[in-house]
Nanobody, 126 residues
Framework: QVQLVESGGGLAQPGGSLRLSCAASGFTFSSYAMSWARQAPGKGLEWVSGIYSDGSDTYYADSVKGRFTISRDNAKNTLYLQMNSLKPEDTALYYC???????????????????WGQGTQVTVSS
């Protein structure tokens, strides 16, 4: 069965960095676009970033553009999110998600994704 397991969350200071990982199994990872989404305390789920199945192109929400970098290693069935210049407003539970098809349309539509991980907590605080 499809499994997505996130790791790498934790506590970071404002301006600091964290790298999230998402280990995928149970499907042909290299055939599907993937995304990261997050849910801050008391708020709804927000799409953060997406990447094509072959890693050829990436997309970002305006709130993280220039600070976060999404990548993938299809040989390792792993998705990554490098988060730099972290802000307190980045505090959230971060999820990875598998697209239902080759390319989500649009990327930020959460119903374009059919499997989600359990999430990893990121807290940005001094």
């Amino acid at each position: 069965q499809v499994q997505l397991v996130e790791s790498g969350g934790g506590l970071a200071q404002p301006g600091g960095s964290l790298r999230l990982s998402c280990a995928a199994s149970g499907f042909t990872f290299s055939s599907y676009a993937m995304s990261w989404a997050r849910q801050a305390p008391g708020k709804g789920l927000e799409w953060v970033s997406g990447i094509y199945s072959d890693g050829s192109d990436t997309y970002y929400a305006d709130s993280v553009k220039g600070r976060f970098t999404i990548s993938r290693d299809n040989a390792k069935n792993t998705l990554y999110l490098q988060m730099n210049s972290l802000k307190p407003e980045d505090t959230a539970l971060y999820y990875c998600a598998k697209s239902q098809r080759g390319t989500p349309v649009p990327w930020y539509a959460l119903n374009e994704y059919d499997y989600w991980g359990q999430g990893t907590q990121v807290t940005v605080s001094s």
